[in-house]
Each structure stands twice: as C-alpha cells, then as structure tokens.
C-alpha cells in the first residue's frame, strides 16, 4: 500500500502550474477549473491505484515498488510498458520544466524589468542556462537520491 501512496503522490506533483493552467483554460471560472482538476486527478488516481493492485496481486509481498522490475527483461509486453514510460517521462519534462523556469523567475522579480522578464529573447536564454546546469549537474551526480532528497 506505501508504493500505491508513493505513487500516487508523483501523479499530482504537477501542483504548482495549477496557476498557468487555470489561466489557459478557455471562460476560467473557479467551478470549471474545480471540475476538470477533479475530474483529472480522480482518474489519474484510479489508474495509479489499479496499476498497483494488479502488480501486488501478481507478486504478492515480493513486489517491488517499480512494478515493472518484477517482469523480465525478455517480456514483450513488459518492454512496451518501459518504452512508453520512458517516453511519457520525456514528453512530461517540459511542464516540469517550465513550472521550475517560471520560479525562478519569479525570484528574480526584483532584479528585472517587468517587460523583460515575458520577452522571448529572456526566456529562451534562461531556458538554455538551466538547462545547461540540470545538464552538467545530472552529469556529475550519479545517485538520484540526493537530488529527490532536496525536493522533501
């Protein structure tokens, strides 16, 4: 049940672009945002949830918290499940992303020009210089769990 917890509290990390969603949605109003992040959130959370009861129903107390680990690495299907996750993981980065850039941002705030800080020219600078430290960070630092351990 901790893994189903753990897992389901990663499907709802996108909380802070709440704000830019909102602003996104077409005739904004705070039942209609109500109703699709409800909406949202229920069925991601169903299916978080039937994911992790068919894993620890296969596998019983043995079943590692990445359900797939369980599989082989021969398995067909196994092997689609990990090429879509590592795909579902690249297309999902940019949200992230921008949640992350917008932060920072926002910090910067008192040091900026209002107008500057929605330029294009701005934007796409700081995009490459963050990217370009998450780059070389990620090159250097070999064990994800210091990096996860500073979001706690």
Known sequence: MLYTLTGMEQ?????????????????????????????????????????????????????????????????????????????????????????FRDGVVDMMADYIKPETKTSDTFLNSLTLVLLSLITVTASFVTDFGVINALGT
């Open 11 to 99: 499907a709802f990390v996108m909380h802070y672009n709440s704000p830019r969603f909102y602003c996104e949605l077409r005739d904004a109003n705070l039942p209609k945002f109500t109703a699709v992040v409800s909406g949202s959130f229920g069925t991601s959370g169903l299916i978080y949830i039937t994911i992790a009861a068919a894993g620890y129903l296969t596998f019983g107390g043995n079943c590692d918290g990445y359900v797939l680990n369980n599989y082989s690495a021969r398995d067909p299907l196994a092997t689609v499940c990990r090429v879509t996750i590592a795909f579902s993981v690249l297309m999902t980065y940019p949200i992230c992303f921008i949640g």
